[in-house]
């Protein structure tokens, strides 16, 4: 029978499995191929999951750089940078111009005492006018060494105005569009940097103040919002907030389509009050309530909160620099309307006391004011276009259901 059966199984072409105790225990070795295809599944598999979580790992981190906080550490991160970058290339021309003008300076104190040699006393008018020629070159050359290279009055042995604090607060001032002046790049690798460096930050800044600006607005219409709820609670009468919570129930009421036939309110029965007549009061007359609107700080707040921090840093800074009054005021809103005329820069000052930790806390106070302008500026445009939807409601130009 195993013959006959063997026999057949040749025929047809079928492998034959040989019978018996030690055939039957023996198994079939797969083959290299299929060894082949199964690591490189698994290697594609592998590579998949690696792809996933990589492209898991950047949608983290662009969600995170394009947060609050992301977007404010890029622009810390890329001013310290800019920071580091002036100063090592504008630092040393600096230290070259100093050394300069020192030598240009004794050179021609050398050329006076020669001409006092060369010249009789008694004869002072020839001596006055080679001097006066003498001094007119020194102060040619004086004038070249302070617009052109950027001299800034100072000996090889004073503060750098180029150092860390100083390169810092100078590329805020660019990618703010503050713009000073009183500094600025006197080599042609400093003047390329500076433009690229602009190029990239601009956009960024402003995108970041942007979104500081709406995140602070929301935070202060929190606040704002439970400020004005304490002051009533402590000002008002019991009976006013009595008034109000019972108004606000109806008001809910009407929202859930609940009807309503009389309102009492101080034992009084008023007519019957349709949604569309019930406007918000205590402070938020003129909105609808078929529409649920944020909360609105009124103009006057965000301009005394402008006002306040102006005033805060005038009294600073007046009293760092010898300032008066005005000329601190003055340079408080030059700088947070990015005018920045910079005749006025703390820290600039020869005789000045601490000048890079001045310059180092005027950084924080503009990059903190200009989003502090920013959130005002978006609490009084909201409070502007609300204002102005509702006259345009009353004067029939926008229709009342929108």
């Not at 050179?107 to 006393?121: G, I, R, S």
Request: hydrophobic share 40%; aromatic share 10%; net charge positive.
């Amino acid at each position: 029978m195993e013959s006959n059966s063997m026999t057949r199984n040749l025929t047809e072409g079928t492998p034959t499995k040989p019978s018996g105790c030690c055939g039957s225990g023996k198994r079939e070795r797969p083959s290299s191929t299929t060894v082949s295809t199964v690591s490189l599944n698994r290697g594609c598999c592998s590579g998949r999951k690696g792809k996933g979580r990589c492209s898991k790992c950047c949608k983290k981190f662009l969600a995170f750089l394009f947060s609050h906080i992301g977007l404010s550490c890029l622009v810390v991160a890329y001013s310290m940078l800019g920071g580091f970058i002036f100063m090592k290339l504008e630092a040393p021309y600096e230290k070259t111009a100093r050394n300069t003008v020192t030598k240009l300076r004794s050179d021609y104190v050398n050329a006076l005492w020669n001409l006092t040699k060369d010249f009789n006393m008694l004869h002072p008018l020839n001596w006055s006018t080679e001097a006066e020629e003498i001094l007119q070159e020194f102060q040619q050359m004086i004038y070249e060494a302070t617009k052109e290279k950027g001299w800034d009055g100072k000996d090889g042995s004073a503060d750098s105005q180029w150092s860390f604090a100083g390169a810092l607060l100078y590329s805020i001032t660019v990618i703010t569009t503050i713009g000073y002046g009183h500094i600025a790049p006197k080599t042609d690798n400093g003047r390329l940097v500076t433009m690229i460096y602009a190029t990239v930050g601009i956009p960024l800044t402003l995108l970041c103040l942007a979104n500081l600006g709406n995140f602070l607005g929301n935070c202060f219409r929190i606040l704002y919002k439970y400020t004005t709820t304490c002051i009533l609670c402590l000002c008002c009468p019991p009976s006013a907030r009595a008034n109000k919570r019972h108004y606000t129930r109806e008001i809910h009421m009407l929202e859930e389509g609940k009807p309503l036939n009389t309102n009492s309110i101080n034992g009084l029965d008023s007519p019957k009050i349709s949604p569309k007549d019930v406007k918000v009061m205590l402070g938020e007359g003129n909105i609808d309530i078929d529409k649920k609107e944020r909360v609105r700080v009124p103009i006057f707040v965000s301009l005394m909160i402008i006002g306040l921090y102006i005033f805060g840093g005038a009294v600073l800074f007046s009293h760092w620099e010898g300032w008066p009054y005005l000329i601190g005021s003055y340079f408080c809103f030059v700088t947070l309307s990015t005018i920045g005329f910079g005749d006025f820069v703390p820290g600039a000052d020869t005789d000045s006391f601490a000048n890079q930790q001045k310059l180092i806390i005027c950084c924080f106070y503009l990059i903190f004011g200009l989003s502090l302008i920013a959130m005002c500026f978006n609490l009084m445009q909201e409070e502007v276009r609300a204002k102005f939807r509702w006259l345009g409601k009353k004067l029939g130009i926008i229709s009342a259901h929108k």
